[in-house]
Nanobody, 121 residues
Framework: QVTLVESGGGSVEAGGSLRLSCQASGSIRRFNDMAWYRQAPGKQRELVAEVIRGGTPTYLDAVKGRFTISRDNAENTVYLQMNSLKPEDTAVYLC?????????????WGGGQGTQVTVFS
């Protein structure tokens, strides 16, 4: 069983920065895929950033050049560094990961509860 806990959200003035964390705990051999989504009130969920099988990260056009997704293997933690934040970045941010949980290559895929990011002008 794997659990994910997001943290790092908060309220920040436009132009500021936040770093979101998504810590995975449980039986984890390695990460396959990782992604950050966001859900704003009244809007569809958006895929903000993802890395598939350790490849090149891809980003939502609206955040390119401002957000960076990364991972700390030793800490089993996925990060989203968010710079030059704008009011339209306000949303609940959620991480999703696929991890390998045993020597047979069994995978687990799931997400956390999310962390609120509010950007005010």
């Amino acid at each position: 069983q794997v659990t994910l806990v997001e943290s790092g959200g908060g309220s920040v003035e436009a132009g500021g920065s936040l770093r979101l964390s998504c810590q995975a705990s449980g039986s984890i051999r390695r990460f396959n895929d990782m992604a950050w989504y966001r859900q704003a009130p009244g809007k569809q969920r958006e895929l903000v950033a993802e890395v598939i099988r350790g490849g090149t990260p891809t980003y939502l056009d609206a955040v390119k050049g401002r957000f960076t997704i990364s991972r700390d293997n030793a800490e089993n933690t996925v990060y989203l560094q968010m710079n030059s934040l704008k009011p339209e970045d306000t949303a609940v941010y959620l991480c999703n990961v696929e991890v390998v949980i045993d020597e047979y290559g069994t995978t687990w895929w799931g997400g956390g509860q999310g962390t609120q990011v509010t950007v005010f002008s």
